[in-house]
Every structure is written in C-alpha cells, then in structure tokens.
C-alpha cells in the first residue's frame, strides 16, 4: 500500500538558518529519489515560497508566511496543514494532538542542536522562547523527534521527557559540495592569505584555536562569526599570541565560498564541544582537509576516526601535527569518513521510521 509523505519546509521564502535550510531540501531530494514503490513526497510551504523541486508529487502552500506560521504553530493553530504522515526537518512542526493509530497521521520533529537550553545566551530572547515552547509541543504532541547523534539522543532527555520516541538520523554534507573552479579567486577575493587553518567555536573556545595556530606558525580563518565581533575575536586572537593581521574573522558565506576556504585550508579545527551537529566539519571531511577537533561526544559520534579528536589542552600539538607530518594521513582519514554519510541514507531511514511508526 503506498502513502505520501508530507515534509515541511518552511525556509523557501525566508531563510533562518542556512544549514537547517539546505539539510531540509537535501533531505527532501532524497526522499524523493528513495521513495519505496507507490509511495509520494509532498511539500508544505509557508506563503509566498517558490519551490522548485523536480518529482515532488504536491506543494502545500499554507496562508500565513514564515514568521507568522511559526508563532501560530507554537500557540497549536495549524489551519489548512491537514494530517497524513508529516514529517519536519526542523522544529517547526504542525504540533497538535493527532490520532496515529485509527487515523494514521503521523509527525515527526529534528532538533540539529540544543543550544536553546545548553547556550541561551549566543541566541536571542525570542528565539529560545521559541525553540523551548516546541520543545514542550514535541514532548506533548510528537511521534518521534530525531536528532542527529547518539549522544544527543541520550542529552536530549535532561530536558524533554520523551522516552523511547527519540530516534538518531544523521545528516551529511550538502549535496554537490564540491570545490568550485574559481576556488583561488574567491579566496582572494575575501584576502585570505596563502597558508591557515580554518577555525570554529564560540569566542572562549577560539583563544585555543588562535592559540594552536600561534604554536603551528600559521594564520587563522574563523568561519560563521557572528557580526559585529571582529574586534572581540582580533582582541583574543592577540591575548592567545595570534597578531591580528595573523588572524582573519569571517561570517557567514556561501556554499561555494565556504568549500573555497575550506579547500585552501592546511587543517580545519572545531573548538565547539556542544552538543550540535557539525556542520563545517562534515565540509571539511567532504573535500579531504585534516581535522581537529576539540573531544567530545557528538564529535566521537560524527567525526570519530575522520579526523584528530583531542582534549582542548592538546589542540596546539594536534593542529601543529595536522598540519605538517600528519597532514597527508589525516586529509585521507576525512575523505574515508565523509563517504559514511549521505543524504540518501538518511531518506531511506526517515521512509523507514515512518514505516515503523
């Protein structure tokens, strides 16, 4: 018997984050390529969202746009969403009390990091608010939530009693995330210099990184800075023994742009011990460029053998041997572990979590 599977996705119109964007429409691709035989994807939208995605069977356009959708969502308003399987890439979910047993509706929520309850104080008021009150929705009216790491799903219950509805899908790099061809224009473009690594983490994680690559005699990259703290990281990367023509803070870029940075880098080094899905990281391993990273959970989860797992006291001598003897080792590490995950596998296991259900 077949079924059709409705995805939402709610960041066509507007995009909140990039990465949860891409990783929605990936995933949705592959939904579509893994379909089991009679078996549909349709799309739900916000209003006004042009989605242009071949093989999709529907696209459900809702009346409210973005913004307005997710604070009706959060207040379990869902008029026009319907019910049947639903599944959302994100928190943003059509949460409200539904019959899976006569009726057949299902829905499931991915939460990609917990940020919200473990580092309130890097997001806005609003969007903790917002993220804890689905939270607390998930917990009341959702089938399954998933997360990405196996150490998420054991975190996940310090703060959402869920018990056995929790369910481990990873992600994976974006589809086609390749190095471009004017992959040395680009980088001059934003002047970067010729030898660095790539850095990422919250402020106090960096002097570490800014700090390594001071040991390593080698400048400094940081991706995704949020805006307005180039002085704060310049200022730490100086305290850390980094100059600060050294050190080169960016924020967020582009796809084609990231994999230029990335491609050019002698290593890439993850600071962040939170429990989140690494994003850069997987890019990193994608196009083959050493890794480092700070130990910990969803790290041995994700990264594990791809790249240097070590304590953050020990990130000096890693990134020193990344990116000199152990380069060459390290970069054939990355691209072996990147081949583990795909946005393939990951739609067969969400067709075959809603089979279970």
């Known amino acids: 018997m077949g079924a059709q599977l409705r995805v939402v996705l709610d960041q066509i119109a507007q995009v909140v984050d990039s990465d ?41 356009s809702l009346g409210l746009a973005r913004r307005e959708l997710a604070a009706s969502w959060q207040l379990g308003f869902t008029p026009g969403v319907g019910g049947g399987l639903i599944h959302a890439p994100t928190l943003m979910a059509p949460l409200v009390k539904h019959d899976r047993v006569h009726d057949h509706d299902q829905v499931a929520v991915t939460v990609w990091d917990f940020h919200a309850w ?27 939530v998933v997360v990405p790491s196996h150490e998420m799903a054991e975190r996940i219950g310090s703060f959402a009693k869920l018990g056995d509805r929790v369910r481990v899908i990873a992600g994976a790099q974006p589809d086609g995330f390749a190095v471009p061809a004017d992959a040395a224009t680009r980088r001059a473009a934003l002047s970067l210099p010729e030898r660095y690594v790539v850095l990422t983490g919250a402020a106090e994680r960096l002097k570490q990184g800014f700090r390594a690559a001071a040991a390593a005699d080698i400048e400094a990259v940081v991706l995704d800075a949020a805006e307005g703290a180039e002085p704060q990281l310049v200022e730490i990367a100086s305290s850390a023994g980094l100059p600060e023509r050294r050190a080169h803070i960016r924020g967020a870029l582009g796809p084609e742009d990231r994999a230029a940075v990335l491609a050019g880098a002698s290593a890439y080094v993850a600071t962040s ?32 053998e791809g790249g240097a797992l070590v304590a953050l006291e020990e990130l000096s001598d890693a990134v020193t041997d990344a990116v000199g003897a152990g380069a060459r080792r390290l970069g054939v590490m990355a691209g072996d572990r990147a081949r583990a995950f795909s946005w393939a596998s990951s739609a067969e296991r969400v067709w075959s979590l809603h089979a279970d259900l």
């Open 20 to 60: 949860q964007a891409g990783a929605a429409r990936d995933l949705t691709a592959g939904l579509i390529a893994t379909a089991p035989t009679d078996c549909t994807v349709e799309a739900i939208v916000a209003s006004g969202s042009q989605l242009d995605l071949a093989g999709l069977a529907d696209v459900r």
């Open 118 to 144: 473990e580092t309130p104080q890097s997001l806005s008021k609003t969007l903790v608010a917002w993220q804890r009150g689905m939270m607390r929705r998930a917990v009341r009216h959702a089938d399954v």
């Open 273 to 304: 011990a939170f429990s989140a899905w690494p994003w850069r990281a997987m890019e990193a391993m994608a196009l083959s460029v050493p890794v480092v990273a700070v130990d910990s959970g969803v790290h041995r989860d994700v990264i594990s």
